[in-house]
């Protein structure tokens, strides 16, 4: 039925509520009232006027003000009616998409993104905007708990609050961008948009919000691919560009030369190789940092999988290589194998690199771990320093602790070991050289599973005049004794799955 005003006789109809409220249809509503009959008098009037007194014309313009008067009243009998018309809210029954069909507030619930509806009432309130509705994505990202909470609580960014406050109190639709940051920094893109409500009522605002990390996180990937790549390459590209001219120059006829400066271009092209490929797994790593693994994985199988495949290295080193844990299969995690595989593979060939001929080293698991024992050092003696602590706590930890006896790591030195690239001034890695991002993978993998990274190390003091002479020193200084036992030792600790309550 369209909108237009339908006449009958003397019964006016008002248009009809296509609309649903409740569940309820709106029937059109009749109203008498003086149209067509006022009018039909009126002309009746005019006529009979003509007829009978011609000779009178001011009695016909009496009748055309009693016309003029009835459609005054039928004009105001109109808008009464419309007005009376108008359907009483219901609010027991919430509106639905379909008259079987599901809720609003339950189609807002299933959708993916974290959606809200905040209240406020007065501008320079700031505490006082009010959660009234969070779907079920919004209250397990921002971790909203009751059925009203403040805004302030579970957002404490400035830029959202004040795009909240201008869609409240300004009618100002408007988007921003945001970081939350901790252990995973995430971010998000949030959208703000008035919502209508009756005068004096409390005014609202929708608040969407979208996670953008995944794709930030590719553009960080490709500028620092791009950045560490273009600086590391240089130097063996510079050195292999040397070696070339050098062999179509003089040393072109000298084939000692030649193979010695051949295999030197062999290891930086090596090198290289391996360089490439610790970016992209650092880069992949990366990208997905934020989404925690669902697979499962053994930590004592990877251990017993790298052990093996070290075996050989070790034996031409001649370092000796132990392992103490729990059997196969009886403490599985929640982890991505392969990851989980990498971690123990990485801090196992950074201690073959600095463990010297005739050591040990020692690889070890230990499960039903507390926060506190999995961080705690062996040796009170020792620098220890937390590389990685996870965002939240866990019941129980299982922990792997990777130790070699070289020369140990100075406390000074401790908090950049886990950076791209960094390597400990004055200390040698043996033979091979390494590319400076074996314990930067681990980093990122123990914190895509929600653990935790601790090193532990003891090493010989310096001897400079800087550290000797401080300003407390005594008379006599006390070199410490050459038999003082060095080590290095990194504890990598994954959480457990929690097990179902007896």
Not at 36 to 59: D, E, K, M
Request: hydrophobic share 40%; net charge neutral.
């Amino acid at each position: 039925m369209d909108n237009r005003i339908l006449t009958h006789a003397s019964v006016l109809y008002l248009p009809h509520s296509d609309y649903i409220d409740g569940g309820m249809a709106h029937k059109p509503r009749k109203i008498r009232g003086y149209f067509p009959l006022s009018v039909a008098t009126g002309i009746i009037v005019l006529i009979v006027l003509a007829i009978v007194a011609p000779q009178a014309p001011w009695l016909i313009w009496v009748a055309l003000a009693v016309l003029a008067t009835c459609a005054f009243a039928m004009n105001r009998d109109i808008e009464r009616a419309k007005r009376d018309a108008k359907p009483a809210p219901v609010a027991t029954e919430p509106v639905r998409v379909q008259p079987e069909g599901p809720s609003f507030q339950e189609v807002l619930r299933a959708i993916p993104d974290p959606v809200m509806i905040v209240s406020g009432v007065e501008p320079n309130d700031i505490a006082g905007r009010w959660i009234i509705f969070a779907n079920t994505a919004a209250r397990e990202e921002f971790h909203i708990t009751g059925e009203n909470g403040l805004l302030v609580s579970s957002l404490r960014n400035p830029e959202v609050l004040e795009a909240v406050d201008e869609a409240l109190f300004g009618g100002i639709r408007r988007d921003t961008v945001f970081e939350t940051s901790g252990a995973q920094d995430k971010f998000w893109r949030a959208w703000t948009s008035p919502l209508p409500v009756r005068e004096g009522a409390r005014r609202l605002s929708l608040l969407v919000l979208r996670d953008e990390t995944d794709i930030r996180r590719i553009e960080r990937m490709r500028a620092d691919f791009l950045a560490n790549a273009s600086h590391e390459l240089r130097t063996p590209l510079a050195s292999l560009t040397g070696f070339i001219e050098t062999l179509r120059g003089h040393a072109k006829d000298d084939i000692k030369a030649r193979d010695k400066f051949l295999n030197i271009m062999a290891a930086q092209a090596d090198r290289m190789g391996r360089l490439i490929h610790d970016l992209l797994s650092l880069s992949r790593i990366e990208m997905n940092e934020h989404v925690p693994p669902s697979g499962e994985a053994d930590l004592s199988l990877a251990a017993r999988d790298v052990m093996d495949s070290l075996s050989i290295l070790a034996q031409e080193k001649g370092v000796s290589l132990t392992f103490t844990g729990p059997a196969p299969g009886s403490h599985p995690l929640i982890a991505d194998r392969d990851q989980i595989l990498q971690v123990v593979q990485n801090l196992s060939d950074n201690a073959l690199k600095y463990a010297p001929r005739g050591s040990q080293i020692e690889l070890e698991i230990l499960t039903d771990r507390t926060l506190e024992q999995a961080i705690a050092a062996r040796d009170p003696s020792a620098s220890k320093l937390v590389l990685l602590r996870p965002d939240r706590r866990d019941d129980f930890y299982t922990v792997i602790r990777v130790k070699d006896h070289g020369p140990g790591i100075r406390r000074e030195f401790l908090p950049r070991l886990a950076e791209r690239f960094y390597r400990v001034e004055g200390q040698k890695s043996g033979d091979k050289l390494g590319t400076g991002l074996g314990l930067a993978i681990v980093k990122h993998i123990i914190n895509r599973h929600r653990g935790g990274l601790v090193v532990e190390s003891v090493a010989l003091p310096s001897t400079t005049d800087k550290d000797l002479l401080a300003y407390d020193l005594p008379d006599t200084v006390t070199i410490p004794s050459d038999n003082l036992i060095t080590y290095t030792a990194f504890s990598a600790y994954f959480p457990q799955p929690r097990r179902p309550k007896a």
